[in-house]
């Protein structure tokens, strides 16, 4: 696990997505500092356990709740990309970034896969198990997205 911090260029804030939106995580507007911490797992079964015990450390500073609530997240969105990315060539890794500034904390995960378009998801179906992560991490969440490009990612951010 990497740990750094650095000094963020002043930008003016995005508005943050109402939905899904394909827009980049708000670290790239970050103002002043930002403590980040990069994690790369394995994409296999043992993927969201790492993830959640990767978050716990770097918010170990942030309130029990809080941190709980990542964890759940982050497990979800982890276990989605061991369940559903599928890299052309195979790379199987899973790269977990957490950024902290003084006004929110940010989790992005990175995959080789192909990505998806939110917009046509099926969504939970009665009597079908699964696909209840993405309202969990829209519902627990203040800002979310996907940022389509090359490698793809999903975020989501939470106010502090």
Known sequence: MERHTEQMQERPAPPP????????????????????????????????????????????????????????LVSELVSNAVVHARPAAGERRIALDVHISSEWVAVTVTDAGGGFDPGRLAGPRPGVPGAHGLEMVAALSDMRGIDSRDPFRIWFARLL
């Open 17 to 72: 997505p109402t939905a899904w939106d394909d827009v980049p995580c708000p670290w790239r507007a970050a103002r002043g500092r930002l403590a980040h911490t990069r994690t790369t797992l394995d994409g296999g079964m043992t993927a969201p356990g790492a993830a959640r015990r990767a978050v716990a450390a770097a918010a170990a500073d942030l309130d029990e709740d809080l941190r709980t609530d990542l964890q759940l």
